[in-house]
T-cell receptor, first 117, second 113 residues
Framework: AQSVTQLGSHVSVSEGALVLLRCNYSSSVPPYLFWYVQYPNQGLQLLLKYTSAATLVKGINGFEAEFKKSETSFHLTKPSAHMSDAAEYFC???????????????FGKGTKLSVKP | NAGVTQTPKFRILKIGQSMTLQCTQD?????MYWYRQDPGMGLKLIYY???????DKGEVPNGYNVSRSTTEDFPLRLELAAPSQTSVYFC????????????FGNGTRLTVT
């Protein structure tokens, strides 16, 4: 069974500092991996996704994530935080051979990012 | 292009009342989903549909029902509302499964008192 663990429910960084949000997954088959962002009072938006084309995936708003099979990780990074990055971030995993019995994605519990001026 | 539209945005129900959360999408997606989001718990799948006339249970279906009579619409029905159903509900759609991203609506915040 697939699962996703996001380390740290809250992360606080200063504006201009590195953002690192951690995600570890378990999957019985090579997974598809996603990061979504949720701004206050809005639905989730796709930041980036890994589909095996490249282990380093670039997304919107300067974010990127690296797939590391040996560590079963898919951590999200951004070199320099901006105030507008304050939001909640969700990592999600999808089974490549999804057969429809349990739905498409398994979400982590989310990490709330705060950016201090 | 509206994407996924949910109504209402907010609702307060009394225990035992019923209501329908509406969801419609204009992207011609076959796959549609209902999730609930509780603080610190991420998103839990309630029901999903792979096409008109086909629905199936997700992780937390008890107390809910769905129907899918058209490609565009996927309403979620709450029967006999309970305080445990206080949550934010998100509808989403996707082109396919696997690596197809989900497109989310802006959510319905439901309080049952």
């Amino acid at each position: 069974a697939q699962s996703v663990t996001q380390l740290g429910s809250h992360v606080s960084v200063s504006e201009g500092a590195l953002v690192l949000l951690r995600c570890n997954y378990s999957s019985s088959v090579p997974p598809y991996l996603f990061w979504y962002v949720q701004y206050p009072n809005q639905g989730l938006q796709l930041l980036l996704k890994y589909t095996s084309a490249a282990t380093l995936v670039k997304g919107i708003n300067g974010f990127e994530a690296e797939f590391k099979k040996s560590e079963t990780s898919f951590h999200l990074t951004k070199p320099s935080a901006h105030m507008s990055d304050a939001a909640e971030y969700f990592c999600a995993v999808s089974d490549r051979d999804y057969g429809g019995s349990q739905g498409n994605l398994i979400f982590g519990k989310g990490t709330k990012l705060s950016v201090k001026p | 292009n509206a994407g996924v539209t949910q109504t209402p945005k907010f609702r307060i129900l009394k225990i035992g009342q019923s209501m329908t959360l509406q969801c419609t999408q204009d992207m011609n997606h076959n796959y549609m989903y209902w999730y609930r989001q509780d603080p610190g718990m991420g998103l839990k799948l309630i029901y999903y549909s792979v096409g008109a006339g086909i629905t199936d249970k997700g992780e937390v279906p008890n107390g809910y029902n769905v129907s899918r009579s058209t490609t565009e619409d996927f309403p979620l029905r709450l029967e006999l509302a309970a305080p445990s159903q206080t949550s934010v509900y998100f509808c989403a759609s996707s082109y396919g499964t696997g690596n197809s991203p989900l497109h989310f609506g802006n959510g319905t915040r439901l309080t049952v008192t």
